[in-house]
């Protein structure tokens, strides 16, 4: 058998930086797609709380020390970070964890930087912490997530993290040329 | 362009694909006649005025969205989750997306119904 050498799906591409903001790949987690079966939306909102998680509302995200739901459309969310404990035989559960580029963006500049890229008001009172937008960057479907004033997490297609990364660090550049002018 | 998603709210046009009439939801039943068919393929009104179509929110949700909107002023007068709308089968009513089984109210109409 051929030996396989696992990269993470921002290998090579992160971390970039500008003056105001830092794009970084964050690091691997479990990601479960959870749908659950029709009629058994309590008992799946039951087996998360029991996680010390919940179901999250549309938009919402709940999270646990290192463990998160994140709303992730119609009657789907994303566990990141657990094992999905209890929920087997309730929900249709899809292990998506290599599917998936996962960054982090952070800095005073993050939202300018993402409003060049993402058709949504994303200003703290309208996309405040904890918030989740299911939304296009540039032309790919992404998962937004706000974390803190000044940072969001993004989630694309695995097969989209070049792509991603190169749009996102061109807005950056773009924001930092502004900024110097 | 914005369309009112139910769950996401206010997005842009371009995350929405379109898909044609909200009657290509009403799938006739299997020995349906041709009629029925035909109907169903093929025949669109075409209105001035109110119409309804079904929207997928592509890069957002995934859900089917009816919107009823004018083809004069553009406007739009409504969105409402697919799932959402009650539709008639034999002597039930069915509430999309759950599996609730309602008997009919006695004289109730025997066409999909709107939500
Ligand atoms: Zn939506």
New binding site residues.
Partial sequence: MASLIETTACEGLLPVATQDVTLGELPFACITSVAPFDGRQDAVAAALKAMGLGWPGPGQSVRAGDAACFWAG?DQAFLIGAAPEGLAGIAALTDQSDGWARMHLEGPGAEAVLARLIALDLRPAAFPEGAVA?TGLGHMMAVLLREGPQSFQIMVFRSMAGTAVHNLHQAMRAIAARAAV | MRLT????GD?DRREFHYYGAEVYADRPDAGAALDAWDDYLHLRDNPAGETRDLWY?EI??S?WIVVTRDTVSHRILQTALLTARQRQVGKFVYQEGDLREVPAKPGAATGGERP
């Fill in positions: 119609r299911r | 998603c139910p769950l996401c997005r929110h957002g949700c859900a």
